[in-house]
């Protein structure tokens, strides 16, 4: 089974700052790699996902992640963060099943609180 | 454009009783995932079905149950309900396969009391 761990559980940033949260997870095999924002008291939103090819993808809101094999880590990334990305971010993972075509669930990060402060 | 619809939005329920919790894809989506997300906690797994059969079985205890019925909609069928099943339940829909993005509706939050 897959495990992710997401560092940082909470990070406080001002306006403008550089980001970076880090995700590393632990599967032999072929994953599928999501980052997902979840603004307060709303649901999860997909920032951006990596399958396979270029291992640099962009997302929406001026995200970005990069997928590191060699380091099993996915960090997301945005070089100058705003106020109204103050959320809850989770990595996520999953396997795609040997028979392909399934519906594998994925499993979730323990989250990043991220303030970022006017 | 359209999104996952769950319903009913908050559930009140008392210990031992039993809920049903509904979710309707987004249309043309095949796949449905189930979630329950803790205060604080990250979503964990529970269930998911592609094309109205079970795919993949995740932390789901023994007491719930699910479906997913011809018009894709699902439905969570939880029983004995206990204080610990207190949680917001995530389903997601996407288009068949690991690799397709999963899109998630606002919640059904669900307070034992």
């Known amino acids: 089974a897959q495990s992710v761990s997401q560092h940082n559980h909470h990070v406080i940033l001002s306006e403008a700052a550089s980001l970076e949260l880090g995700c590393n997870y632990s599967?032999?095999?072929?994953?599928?790699l999501f980052w997902y924002v979840q603004y307060p008291g709303q649901h999860l939103q997909l920032l951006l996902k990596y399958f396979s090819g270029d291992p640099l993808v962009k997302g929406i809101k001026g995200f970005e992640a990069e997928f590191i094999k060699s380091k099993f880590s996915f960090n997301l990334r945005k070089p100058s963060v705003q106020w109204s990305d103050t959320a809850e971010y989770f990595c996520a993972v999953n396997a795609p099943s040997a028979s392909g075509g399934g519906a594998d669930g994925l499993t979730f990060g323990k989250g990043t609180h991220l303030i970022i402060q006017p | 454009a359209a999104g996952v619809i769950q319903s009913p939005r908050h559930l009140i329920k008392e210990k031992r009783e039993t809920a049903t919790l509904k979710c309707y894809p987004i249309?043309?989506?095949?796949?449905v995932y189930w979630y329950q997300q803790g205060p604080g906690q990250d979503p964990q797994f529970l269930i998911s079905f592609y094309e109205k059969m079970q795919s993949d079985k995740g932390s789901i205890p023994d007491r719930f149950s699910a479906q997913q019925f011809s018009d894709y909609h699902s439905e969570l069928n939880m029983s004995s309900l206990e204080l610990g099943d207190s949680a917001l339940y995530f389903c997601?829909?996407?288009?068949?396969?690991?690799?397709?993005?999963?899109?998630f509706g606002d919640g059904t939050r669900l307070s034992i009391l």
């Open positions: 599967y032999g095999g072929t994953v599928n």
């Open positions: 997601a829909s996407s288009l068949g396969g690991s690799n397709q993005p999963q899109h």
């Open positions: 249309p043309r989506h095949d796949t």
